[in-house]
């Protein structure tokens, strides 16, 4: 789309202050994250879109699935919490 200068300038001036500000708020330095650290998040995040469909699917079947189901994601291992100590453990 072509816009006349004048129309696009504002725009862009106004997003470069706000994302090239920096906040002087706190005295911590943030570390960026690694490849390693961002694909493992990325995992997680597929993880909970799996979850989430599980969860649309729950209504859908009898009790006695939804049991085993339940029972199989039970037995499942390393479990959620289990992974949240091991990110945790120093």
Known sequence: ???P???RRPF???NATLYNRRESRSS?????LSGEAIRLMNYIDDVA???RRVMAAVPTLPAEERAKVADHLLKTRPSAQEVAE???AK
């Open 28 to 32: 911590r330095k943030i570390m960026p």
């Open 5 to 7: 200068n004048e129309l």
């Open 86 to 88: 091991a990110l945790t």
């Open 12 to 14: 862009v001036a106004l």
């Open 49 to 51: 879109v799996t979850l």
């Open 1 to 3: 789309m072509n816009l």
